[in-house]
């Protein structure tokens, strides 16, 4: 079943603005997305399965919860490193995967669909977890689709979510085409791309203002 939750709390809406201002600095830009991050991470949470179990007080026994699944957290190089940081003071106990994939920026694409590299991979046991991918901008789907079809080949989660600040139309239809059994969490749904495949209007790229190379 197709899911897009909207996280649209007042404040993390007013943190969006701020990312999206172009006057935004890379050290706070940076901050920012952690602190999303974190708030990102509440709101997964709340959604996932728990169980019933007891503790021992001090002066007796209580019913509380526990997680009932082992979770994932998988940073898209480079830019989601900073959203990663946000969410794993909620995941505390979370299992870390890496990887890195990017567009190959050339004229050999029609339309939406990039050409992706994949230089690096490294996840750890994936299977029968709750299996988070972090990327700030889901935009064409096309680096994202590479990077679920990697997942799948590499093991088999019980669950599969998608953490992002701003997804673009195009490419929520493009990676549910394929993977509809994906959730997808994000503060904002632009409507358009431009000719170079970017959000529009979004926020510029994501990486190059967290670490502040442009």
Sequence with gaps: MKMIRIVSSP???MLLTKLRDRKTNFIEFREIVKEIGA???YEIV???DYKEVKVETPLG???????VDE????IVLRA???LVNGMMEVFKDAYLGVISARRIENNDHSGLDFNIEISY???PNINNKVVIVADPMLATGSTMRAILLKIKE???PKKIILATIISAKPGIERVHTEHPDIDIYTLAVDEKLNEHGYIVPGLGDAGDRAFGTI
């Design 121 to 123: 991979l490294k996840l």
């Design 154 to 156: 590499i093991g088999k």
């Design 11 to 13: 404040y993390l809406q």
């Design 46 to 48: 709340n959604n996932l």
């Design 61 to 67: 026994v209580a019913t509380g919860k526990k997680l």
């Design 71 to 74: 979770v994932v957290l998988v």
């Design 39 to 41: 708030f990102m991470a």
């Design 80 to 82: 989601a490193l900073p």
